[in-house]
């Protein structure tokens, strides 16, 4: 099932532990930022200058929080104790939170910059990228290399989220039945070494 861990790659593992929620990464980078001008963040900071693509900010409060409490889950961000004070961060970054979050925002810079921001950010756009290596693969090849993380479903959209945004291309292999191969474009080849350092 999806919801169990098979896959023998434990960076793999981490991606999608990591974009389980879809502002989890853009979270880690804005706090990364915050981070470098105050030392953290306000949950309201936050909720109006995560970058949502498209050189667009702000996104939903509710799921901010819930992408806040998954990173303080995954032990990234943790609440600030001497919160109360109004110049004092709400939010911090960990000890490998730190990591996590400079490399949240070079992908997001890059990502912006090939304006696929928000197909980036979704749940299995980056771990789906990061499956497949420099040479052409097949679904199937894929779906192993995820192990019991990702159902048929999902794979299949972002395989095609990912072909459309030009991070991927598809060829279709002749035989019969003909399949399909998947490989990084240039632009996926780019993103792909920023994505593999989160793992």
């Known amino acids: 099932?999806?919801?169990?861990?098979?896959?023998?790659?434990?960076?793999l593992a981490r991606l999608a532990s990591l974009f389980h929620r879809r502002w989890a990464a853009p979270v880690l980078a804005e706090l990364w930022r915050e981070t470098q001008r105050r030392g953290g963040s306000t949950f309201v900071t936050l909720v109006h200058r995560v970058e949502t693509g498209e050189g667009r900010r702000g996104a939903p409060a509710g799921s901010v929080r819930a992408a806040l409490?998954?990173?303080?889950?995954?032990?990234?961000?943790?609440?600030?104790?001497g919160y109360g004070h109004p110049l004092r961060p709400e939010y911090i970054l960990t000890a490998p939170g730190i990591a996590m979050a400079e490399g949240c925002a070079r992908l997001e810079s890059r990502a912006?910059?090939?304006?696929?921001?928000?197909?980036?950010?979704?749940?299995?756009?980056?771990p789906v990228l990061?499956?497949?290596d420099e040479r052409p693969r097949r679904f199937g090849e894929v779906a192993r290399e995820l192990g019991g993380l990702i159902t048929p479903?999902?794979?299949?959209?972002?395989l095609k989220d990912l072909t459309n945004a030009s991070l991927l291309w598809r060829v279709v292999e002749e035989g019969y039945p003909p399949r399909a191969l998947y490989a990084p474009t240039e632009r996926g080849l780019?993103?792909?070494?920023?994505?593999r350092a989160l793992g």
């Open 153 to 158: 479903r999902a794979l299949a959209g972002a």
């Open 190 to 195: 780019t993103l792909t070494p920023l994505v």
């Open 1 to 11: 099932m999806a919801g169990e861990r098979f896959t023998t790659n434990p960076g």
């Open 112 to 126: 912006c910059g090939f304006g696929v921001w928000g197909i980036a950010r979704k749940k299995w756009s980056m």
């Open 130 to 132: 990061c499956a497949i």
């Open 69 to 81: 409490d998954h990173l303080v889950d995954l032990g990234l961000v943790a609440r600030h104790t």
